[in-house]
């Protein structure tokens, strides 16, 4: 079928293994993944996997290729024959990524939806590209964060905001350092809820509002416990060092630090930190928004332990510390 996608599997073939190419890149990255094979050409045997996607164009392709989309199983969820240059695919509900293959590959090799492929032996793409678009992600966060630490320099050098504000300007300060020498991950996570998880909880964490008058604390002890909270925040950001990132990933297993009570110290503290927030800022706005946050930064938790898990180190970890966010208590 040319261009055109085939979706109904074959009884009996569902568990059988199909090797579609012997050499893969895995390009998981946002420079790798954006270019994909752009002014590139396949010899017969190779193939790029992007990840996460689930749909493509060939825009500025030299030549037709074939594209199989696989699921979280590596099970193929649809094919598509022979797409010529200047084409794209619908979205494919389901998919983890798709392997870009030669023209006729997946004729030949007889792939069929819901076969599993054999995804043994693919390496993950490298190179200058890979390297600049990490760099220029770094520069880009790591510049906003910043930014945000240099509207807070005026308020602090004039006294205002207390030692709120100071350990806010901390805070900041030290994201952005994290994000210029932040190492890179073994394994991101290719589920693209993960990412609008995470991409949720930025943004969220950005919409609490102050609101003067509507605290349920006294002012002094809600500046207190707003400056514990982001003093617990500064300690969990350099514990978790140079394994920062927003996606959750597999940056090796974390012990040191806050992590020998919790495995989530950041979460945690996070979570603090917007509690007392809002009960210094009590409004059903704030309300909501804290509820979205604690639910958001719940699930990055589970989605970094579904990463990690897969590690014997983690796991034995896990064994030994049991608390999620407090000590003793969640």
């Not at 996070?270 to 509690?275: C, D, G, K, R």
Request: aromatic fraction near 8%; glycine fraction near 10%; hydrophobic fraction near 50%.
């Amino acid at each position: 079928m040319i261009g055109g996608a085939a979706e109904a599997a074959a009884p009996g073939r569902a568990e059988e293994a199909v090797r579609l190419a012997s050499r893969v890149e895995v390009a998981d990255a946002f420079l790798p993944r954006t270019l994909g094979l752009m002014g590139r050409t396949l010899a017969g045997d190779e193939g790029l996997y992007l990840v996460p996607c689930a749909s493509i164009h060939t825009f500025f392709m030299r030549m037709p290729i074939d594209a199989a989309f696989l699921d979280g199983e590596g099970r193929i969820a649809a094919l598509f024959h022979s797409l010529p240059p200047w084409r794209a695919t619908r979205w494919v509900p389901g998919a983890r990524g798709v392997l870009e293959l030669p023209a006729g590959t997946l004729a030949a090799r007889g792939a069929e939806v819901g076969q599993r492929v054999d995804m043994s032996g693919w390496t993950r793409a490298g190179g200058r590209g890979r390297s600049l678009g990490r760099w220029a992600a770094n520069l880009l966060l790591a510049g906003f964060w910043i930014y945000l630490a240099s509207r807070l320099l005026p308020m602090v050098a004039r006294g205002e905001g207390g030692a709120s504000a100071a350990m806010l300007l901390a805070v900041n300060t030290l994201i952005a350092l994290l994000f210029l020498a932040r190492r890179e991950e073994k394994r991101l996570t290719g589920l693209v809820k993960d990412r609008a998880v995470t991409l949720l909880s930025v943004l969220l964490s950005f919409s609490l509002l102050p609101a003067p008058g509507a605290s349920l604390l006294p002012a002094g002890a809600a500046s207190l416990l707003l400056a514990l909270c982001l003093g617990a925040v500064f300690l969990a950001y350099l514990s978790l060092g140079r394994s920062f990132g927003l996606v959750p990933a597999d940056r090796g297993v974390k012990t040191g630090g806050l992590y020998r009570w919790v495995r989530h110290p950041l979460y945690g503290a996070e979570m603090a930190f917007f509690a007392c927030f809002l009960l210094a800022n009590f409004t059903a706005r704030n309300a909501a928004v804290a509820a979205g946050l604690f639910v958001s930064l719940h699930l990055r938790a589970l989605a970094e332990e579904r990463l990690l898990g897969r590690e014997e180190a983690y796991r034995a970890y896990s064994e030994r510390v049991r608390s999620r966010y407090i000590p003793l208590l969640v």
